[in-house]
């Protein structure tokens, strides 16, 4: 596709979101699973469904603008859960994993607020406030996750089980 248009870039930014959305929604379970922390582990699976809900935004958007969601693999998001498949696969201490797990989410977290922020903003420029609210929505759940996720990583990482500070 040749961007000749804001529009086009836009279009181009929510094919990869929902790429990268995709994407995410088949990592999750593996992440869930490869958890031992119990609120670790719960929190995947509600941003599980949270992430179901923002593909089926994004379809309902590109449907509105007369676009499939079909668009390139989002090769960004491919590498930064490819990071957090290898940190399944870290022999590690429960804990250890659990705050590899937390890292590599966080990576995920912070690659969807600046694509949904940019989204956001093209959609802005383009007059598009229905959009707006749902990208914004999907913005504010992400931003929220990146939050829940600080918490755990918090609890997993207290200074009890950590060794003496490195100098």
Do not use: W
């Amino acid at each position: 596709m040749k961007l000749e248009t804001l529009k086009d870039l836009y279009v181009q930014e929510l094919k990869d979101l929902y790429s990268a959305e995709t994407q995410i929604i088949k990592a999750l379970p593996k992440m869930v699973k490869a958890s031992t922390n119990k609120q670790l582990a719960t929190g995947f699976q509600a941003h599980l469904s949270q992430t179901k809900e923002h593909a089926t935004r994004l379809e309902r958007i590109l449907k509105g603008h007369n676009e499939s969601t079909q668009g390139p693999k989002c090769k960004g998001m491919e590498g930064v859960l490819k990071e957090g498949a290898e940190m399944i696969k870290e022999d590690a201490d429960d804990e250890v994993r659990d705050a590899g797990l937390i890292s590599a989410a966080q990576r995920v977290e912070h690659y969807e607020i600046s694509g949904y922020t940019t989204a956001k903003n093209l959609a802005q420029q383009l007059r598009q406030g229905a959009v707006v609210a749902l990208l914004s929505k999907s913005l504010a759940e992400e931003e929220n996750a990146d939050q829940l996720l600080d918490q755990v990583a918090r609890t997993l990482m207290s200074v009890a089980q950590m060794p003496a500070a490195i100098e």
